[in-house]
């Protein structure tokens, strides 16, 4: 096939596998690829480095090879060979880190969920279970009663609404009940986003199609709709919606309903729909605490099989608290990365990589990663020599003041500090801070090093 042609078949093709993967996985694998051959069959695709190839063979044959078959009419054989280009910097990482994690297949459920589920439903992420979805003292309410809707449609709470902030976990809960109810009662399902809502609204209406459009929306068992608040503004939007929510209500069926803030805060919602949101349940997402934000990061290594380092994890989870998108991203980054670079994933590279998109430690809030870092600078070692067994004094003695300072300047118990010091008994925190609160009584020039080494660490 001649270049031109097959430009314009690979592009076609990229349309169709594009709305089969999420935006950061097509984005970091498959914008970049190219088409160098079309013979007997079988296409040739160039990648830029190995890492691209194994994840495009891996996770997107299947959708390149169906789209082709589209596109083609016929079966193609794919090949894909690696073409380097420029080594990428750091920065560049980040564009195909994220897609280290994100899922690669088309959504599971729609295959086997009926064809009125197929055209309604959004594609939902295979990996947004309730299985895959951590529980901690922010989220606990909204997943019991996620899981409660689930269980049983229409018969708890309904509607269910759940709002919280930016990527705390919304869409993941949404959809996780989506799942239970398709695997579990095999029912009517639509999941939409309310953009998607609003979107197929005008359309309908353009085409002289709004019978349709009412009739598919107002036949499903379970609705669930994202993002409610862009509801805000749109009077003919809400209109249908309140048509919608009625029509599903007063048949018994459950609505499901997520949006960044609660009902009585989204402006210009109409009065009688703001009711109607609050006459089920209303729950919240709290950002998660450390110990949330720890098992999740461990959790989306176990699943994605990343061995990360426990000093890693809490380096990140210490450092991000807020987003939890935010927390996977700097995970899957690292990750990227080492994997790029062959190197091993410790709390240096972590340091390194992550150090353009980690926030930096509130002044007010002084962490144990901080006060490694400082101390191991200071002293002209490394950070993970800190948390190795060599007990050489080289070693131990910075070791030994980093522990003191991190019971002097933190609320960690002795045997936190014990953990992120390679695991070491709290017995030897405490041995540590006994003796380094003895050297700088006697010793004024280690008392003046450690009133240096706390005010660089305050300074954040
Ligand atoms: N409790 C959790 N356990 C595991 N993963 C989680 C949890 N909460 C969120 N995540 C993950 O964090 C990412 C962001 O979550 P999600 O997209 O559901 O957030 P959101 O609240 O809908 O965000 P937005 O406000 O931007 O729509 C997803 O990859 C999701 O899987």
Known sequence: MVKGELAEVWAEALQLIERQLTRPSYEAWLRNTRPLSLEDGRL???????????????????AIVDSLRRV????????????????????????????????????????DAGSSWRT????????????????GSGNRLAHAAALAVAEAPARTYNPLFIYGGVGLGKTHLMQAVAHHVLRKHGSRVAYVSCETFTNEM?????????????????????????DIQFLA??????EEFFHTFNALHEANRQIVISSD?????????????????????????????????????????????????????????ERIDTNIRELEGALIRLVAFASLTNHEIDLDLAAEVLKDILPPPRANKVT?????????????????????????????????????????LTEASLPRIGEEFGGRDHTTVLHAYEKISQDVRNDPQLGRQVKELMELIRKG
């Open 44 to 62: 040739v695709l160039a990648v830029p480095n190995q890492f691209a190839r194994d994840w495009v063979l891996e996770r997107c044959s299947t």
């Open 120 to 135: 309604l439903s959004q594609p939902l992420n295979p990996k947004y279970t309730f299985e895959t979805f951590v529980t």
């Open 368 to 408: 144990i990663a901080r006060i490694q870092e400082v101390v191991a600078e200071y002293y002209g070692v490394k950070v993970r020599d800190l948390k190795a067994r060599r007990r050489t004094r080289a070693i131990a003695f910075p070791r030994q003041v980093a522990m003191y300072l991190c019971r002097e």
């Open 72 to 111: 083609l009419g016929h079966d193609v054989r794919l090949e894909v060979v690696v073409e380097p280009q420029p080594a990428p910097a750091a920065g560049q990482v980040a564009a195909t880190s994220e897609a280290a994690l994100a899922p690669g297949t088309p959504a599971g459920p729609a295959a």
């Open 202 to 226: 005008i359309n309908a209406i353009r085409d002289g199609k709004t019978l349709e459009f009412r009739n598919r929306y107002r036949n499903v068992d379970v609705l669930l709709v994202d």
């Open 261 to 317: 803030r609660p009902p009585k805060e989204i402006p210009t919602l109409e009065e009688r729909l703001r009711s109607r949101f609050e006459w089920g349940l209303i729950s919240d997402i709290q950002p998660p605490d450390f110990e949330t934000r720890v098992a999740i990061l461990r959790k989306k290594a176990q699943l994605e099989k990343l061995r990360v380092p426990d000093d890693v994890i809490a380096f990140i989870a």
């Open 233 to 238: 503004g749109k009077e003919s939007t809400q």
